[in-house]
């Protein structure tokens, strides 16, 4: 059996992009209430630079799983390969939702919100329902990425007939299809009909069908199967330069037709982006440097990657009541922020910590071994 080599640099480019999308909520929290807000209401001042830039963080996020889930799916073909594909994703990220999901709910309560209607929230959130509200404000990016999971999974079933190539192109072209019409609409002179175009096609059924974010799973299936391990005749390297080159592009043009920050932030958080896309094709160089440190320091590079997961289900609910329960015993805002900030990460280790020790007890029913690109998927 091949064994895959282990991608460090997405476990950095994974802690970095949570760390963005946690300082870019906490930018935005109140400090009277456990709510958002903006300006001189803000809770954190010093962090309004970071307003937004969460965006680039939730892009690479999107981008890495492209490129995870391709690569964990581009072995077997069938229906049980697709069951197998099916098991190692829900082992991955249901036992930590779940847990982040009570940590949220108790939160929530504790802040004085109706507990029954927490209560739905979480069911919503811990069965990933398409329609929200959830319990927490990350989980919408989790069900989008529950669909690119059942398409990719049909690659799977068919034997790769759909071709992981072919699958990164629908999703791609049919996501920057979607993102034109909406630069047009943006672009063009202000109406009620372009502005009631924009409402409706801005709605979460849109988010859903991969319209809105496909380009970054696109993007990231094409760096890997440029990497000539996708199943079958590798496609031509000129096309696939092309289309990464084009959906990173439209990448972009996404993150700047959705953010409400002035022209100023909005290109440091598309630099951003361009930063941890180019981080992430460039790493190859740094897993090999990687690979010939000590056992500790790559274990080190592991967690700091898998804990991510944890910090960016964690930072939302539970920050904002923790911040708003801060200032209440008169705290002052940078004392504040370090320990509402250290709160969550020890909550976020704590949850990992469980998290292990849920799938260890789930894969050990399972005697057959995984493949190393499976391992991959499943960090």
Known sequence: MDRKPHYFTLDFLRIVSAILVLLSHFATYAATSASVTSGEDAAFGFLSVFAGLGAAGVATLFVISGFAIAMSASR??????????????????????????????????FYGEDFRVLVLDA????????????????????????????????????????????????????????????????????????????????????????LQHGVFFAAGMLFFVASNQDRGPRPSYMPMTILFVAFSIMGIIEILLNLDNSGEYRYIAVSIYVFLLSAM???????????????????????????????????????????????????????????????????????????????????????????????????
């Open 76 to 109: 077997d073909g069938g229906v049980s390969a697709a069951l197998r594909f099916a098991r190692i994703r829900a082992t991955r990220i249901l036992p930590a939702l779940w847990l982040s999901a009570i940590v949220s709910l108790g939160a929530r309560a």
């Open 281 to 379: 094709a460039l790493g190859n160089f740094f897993d090999l440097k990687m690979s010939k440190t000590s056992g500790m320091y790559r274990g080190a590079v592991k967690y700091i990657g898998r804990i991510s997961y944890t910090v960016y289900l964690n930072h939302y609910a539970l920050g904002m009541v923790i911040v708003w329960f801060l200032f209440r015993r008169g705290l002052s805002a940078n004392a504040v922020f370090v320990v509402s900030v250290a709160s969550v990460l020890i909550v976020s280790a704590g949850v990992s910590w469980l998290e292990k020790k849920i799938q260890n007890a789930i894969t050990g029913r399972f005697a057959r071994p995984i493949s190393g690109a499976a391992k991959l998927a499943a960090m």
């Open 123 to 210: 069911i919503r959130s811990a069965v990933l329902s398409p329609k929200g509200p959830y319990i927490d404000g990350v989980v919408w990016s989790l069900v989008v990425q529950v669909t690119f999971y059942l398409l990719v999974a049909v690659c799977v079933i068919s034997k790769f007939r759909l071709s992981l190539y072919d699958l990164a192109k629908l999703i791609g072209l049919s996501s920057s299809a979607y993102l034109l019409v909406m630069s047009g609409l943006h672009l063009a002179p202000s109406s009620a009909g372009a502005e009631g175009a924009i409402a409706v096609l801005s709605r979460f059924p849109f988010k859903l069908l991969l």
